[in-house]
């Protein structure tokens, strides 16, 4: 059984740092683009981040750019999202996802290039 689990999230003031961590189980996903998305309230889902299956390549929203970095370990099937100087506007709730295998395409910012989703973990900036 493929599974995502997102790990790290919680509640922090404005200003504050905050790494989520992603782990995979079932499967490796060492040839596969990775993606951070998050979902506010009454919003929907949006993207946030991604890395290539190398690491070699990262692509970030435009709202968050600068103030996040997404790494992958592949040896640990795991992928990190390093959140700095958070925002209240940055509440969500935030998921990871993997892409498909050897995919050429790049980057992957779409809910629907991925495969995979993990449950998601709440992160809540107060001011």
């Known amino acids: 059984q493929v599974q995502l689990v997102e790990s790290g999230g919680g509640l922090v003031q404005a200003g504050d740092s905050l790494r989520l961590s992603c782990a995979a189980s079932?499967?490796?996903?060492?040839?596969?683009?990775r993606g951070w998305f998050r979902q506010a309230p009454g919003k929907e889902r949006e993207f946030v981040a991604a890395?290539?299956?190398?690491?070699?390549?990262?692509y970030y929203t435009d709202s968050m750019k600068g103030r996040v970095t997404i790494s992958r370990d592949n040896a640990k099937n795991t992928v990190y999202l390093q959140m700095n100087s958070l925002k209240p506007d940055d509440t969500a709730v935030y998921y990871c996802?993997?892409?498909?295998?050897?995919?050429?395409?790049?980057?992957?910012?779409?809910?629907?290039?991925?495969?995979?989703w993990g449950q998601g973990t709440q992160v809540t900036v107060s001011s």
């Open positions: 079932g499967r490796t996903f060492s040839s596969s683009t």
């Open positions: 890395i290539s299956w190398s690491g070699g390549r990262t």
């Open positions: 996802a993997a892409g498909p295998a050897y995919s050429s395409r790049w980057p992957l910012s779409r809910s629907y290039e991925y495969n995979y």
